[in-house]
C-alpha cells in the first residue's frame, strides 16, 4: 500500500468535507475511520493473495497440512477468496 497516497487522500477529503460544511473534527473522525479500513482491506487482499500463490504453488494437501485444516476446508477458503472478486491478481492466480 501507499502511504504516502493514502494520506494525501485523508488531507484532501478532510479539506473536502470541511468545504461542504462538515465541522473539522467531525471530518477527521470520518476520514479515520475510512483509513483503518482501507489499510485493514488491503491486508486482507493481501493475505489472500498470499493464500492462493502458495495454494497454486503447493496444492491443497500441503495447504491443509500448513493450516491444521481439511482439502474441503482449504478449497471452501478458497472458493471464498475467489467469489470476493480482488481484481486482476485473482484472475491472474486462477488462470
Given amino acids: 500500500m501507499n502511504y504516502a497516497l493514502l494520506s494525501d487522500w485523508a488531507r484532501d477529503s478532510v479539506e473536502t468535507l470541511v468545504l461542504i460544511g462538515v465541522p473539522r473534527l467531525d471530518a477527521e473522525g470520518i476520514v479515520a475511520g475510512a483509513e483503518y479500513a482501507a489499510v485493514s482491506a488491503e491486508a486482507d487482499a493481501r493475505s489472500d493473495a498470499q493464500f492462493l500463490l502458495d495454494l497454486r504453488r503447493v496444492g491443497s494437501r500441503a495447504m491443509a ?28 492466480l486462477t488462470g
Fill in 65 to 92: 497440512e500448513r493450516k491444521g485444516m481439511t482439502r474441503q476446508g482449504i478449497n471452501k477458503l478458497k472458493t471464498r477468496i475467489l467469489s470476493k472478486g480482488n481484481g486482476r491478481l485473482t484472475a491472474q
